[in-house]
């Protein structure tokens, strides 16, 4: 499956972007799929997950109320609503996918990775 991250930008402290992860060679409803972060010096990070059937996900603590992932299998896409974002939030955002079980956190079980999509949150 090749999947294409789009939905970054620049964006004041308190704003929000949606980002989007459109999946195209299979159908995306065969995989879990995860939002993970970059920020600059720091290691990649997982954001958010969520199953097959979208009935379960995770958030990591840091964005919990903030952040929405949702999936929509009949269009082959992912979303990650981001809103109250901070500055902390900066960081290259990429989209994953995983034959894993359930709603996987660990990247080392996502078999396919976007691009990346850039979000810069300014203070």
């Known amino acids: 499956v090749q999947l294409q991250a789009s939905g970054g930008g620049l964006v004041q402290a308190g704003g929000s972007l949606r980002l989007s992860c459109a999946a195209s060679?299979?159908?995306?409803?065969?995989?879990?799929m995860g939002w993970f972060r970059q920020a600059p010096g720091k290691e990649r990070e997982v954001v958010a997950v969520?199953?097959?059937?979208?009935?379960?996900?995770y958030y990591v603590d840091s964005v919990k109320g903030r952040f929405t992932i949702v999936r929509d299998n009949a269009k082959n896409t992912v979303y990650l609503q981001m809103n109250s974002l901070k500055p902390e939030d900066t960081a290259v955002y990429y989209c994953?996918?995983?034959?894993?079980?359930?709603?996987?956190?660990?990247?080392?079980?996502?078999?396919?990775w976007g691009q990346g999509t850039l979000v810069t949150v300014s203070s």
């Open positions: 060679g299979r159908t995306l409803s065969m995989y879990a």
């Open positions: 969520i199953s097959r059937s979208g009935g379960s996900t």
């Open positions: 994953a996918a995983s034959l894993g079980v359930g709603a996987p956190i660990t990247q080392y079980v996502y078999d396919y």
